[in-house]
């Protein structure tokens, strides 16, 4: 029996959550067994691209500059399917998972649907197109149980809808001790650095992140703040930055490939989102030892357990970040007890092992069918 040939499509390939997880779980997978493809539509975000393919994945973008031109390239995605022969297709996110379901329409090859955000989030046509569309796959998985529990609510599915959470590659997120970035931004080795990886979106609430370093730094002069990350409120972002007097305090260091380092350098991971599905740099963090203080947006109430593996707050009273962090400044030990709660806890709990297991036997359940 020859391999079982797995095809993911993804709108982008750039550094966002999902998207991060592709390469992460393709060097896990068992690929005497498993041979894995990607699609992707937006040439000029393809970050993953190299990793995919140091992975041992093939990696091909079919250039679709819009979500109407993304539609139209299902026949190009079913010749690609005979071409190679694939027996299972994996899909990401909306207008990849409709397009793959119009495929399996068309062709009848199994199709799974990652769903990493709530429902209650997508814009009125997207929401639709995805009631509409949804019965015509064969699993749908959920990041979280929130967002599970959106897909069960408001689409009301036939087909099976399971959760299978996120999960970090704990032997490769893990602390060294050593920090290069420090060293190239300035930061004193005895500062406390609170950091962030985003994408620069509404729902994470950047400005109000920046208000509370803003609010933490006037009683401490000793504490930094760091953002990874870029996206369309960058410039709105940055505005407010300056107007808060926060050039020498807060540092950005736009889109980056490897967030190891800059993890490395965070003491706190500070989360001020208004709604999330599993973030899976919230899960990097914690494999980096980092004490975690956040809004309880989503899946994040599923990780964290507030008090033991850090610090959180509800969505509308992010405020009590500030006092968060105040505490853990002035409780060095409580601070260090939740960087090991954090770690101890994706370790347990939040494995990528324990995700590519469960993707596999699903894979393999499915293809056989």
């Not at 997508?122 to 959920?142: E, M, P, R, V, W």
């Not at 509800?314 to 500030?322: A, G, H, R």
Request: glycine share 6%.
């Amino acid at each position: 029996m020859g391999k079982i040939k797995i095809l993911h499509i993804i709108k982008s390939l750039g550094r966002g959550g999902a998207e991060m997880l592709l390469p992460e779980t393709l060097k896990l997978h068992n690929q005497d067994k498993f041979d894995f493809h990607y699609i992707y539509f937006l040439p000029w975000k393809d970050q993953m691209v190299i990793s995919i393919k140091e992975a041992g994945g093939k990696v091909t973008c079919f250039d679709a500059r819009d979500n109407v031109r993304l539609m139209l390239k299902y026949n190009e995605i079913i010749s690609y399917c005979k071409t190679h022969k694939i027996d299972l297709i994996h899909c990401h996110l909306p207008w990849a998972g409709f397009v793959g379901r119009l495929v399996h329409k068309r062709t009848k090859i199994p199709v799974i649907y990652t769903e990493h955000n709530m429902q209650e989030r997508y814009h009125i046509a997207t929401k639709t197109i995805n009631k509409l569309t949804f019965n015509s796959q064969s699993l749908a998985l959920g990041v979280s149980r929130d967002v599970t529990e959106s897909i069960q609510k408001n689409i009301r599915p036939k087909i099976s809808v399971e959760t299978l959470l996120n999960g970090v590659n704990t032997k490769t997120f893990r602390k060294t001790g050593i920090s290069e970035i420090r060293k190239e931004l300035g930061i004193p080795e005895n500062a406390i650095v609170i950091g962030n990886v985003a994408v620069f979106r509404f729902q994470k609430r950047l400005l109000e992140w920046l208000q509370v370093i803003k609010n933490v730094h006037r009683n401490n002069p000793n504490i930094y703040g760091l953002i990874v990350g870029a996206g369309p409120l960058e410039e709105e972002i940055k505005a407010e930055w300056k107007k808060k007097g926060l050039e020498k305090i807060v540092f950005f260091s736009g889109l980056q490939t490897n967030v190891k380092p800059y993890f490395e350098a965070m003491d706190i991971f500070m989360m001020t989102s208004s709604f999330e599905g599993l973030p899976i740099a919230l899960l990097e963090a914690m494999s980096m030892e980092c004490a975690i203080v956040s809004t309880d947006a989503g899946g994040i109430k599923e990780v964290i357990r507030d008090e033991s593996d850090g610090l959180i707050c509800p969505v509308n009273k992010w405020e009590k970040l500030e006092k968060y962090v105040q505490r853990l400044i002035v409780s060095p030990e409580k601070m260090n007890n939740l960087k090991k709660a954090a770690r101890n806890r994706v370790v347990k709990k939040f494995s990528l092992e324990k995700m590519v297991v469960e993707l596999e036997r699903y894979y393999t359940e499915i293809s056989s069918n």
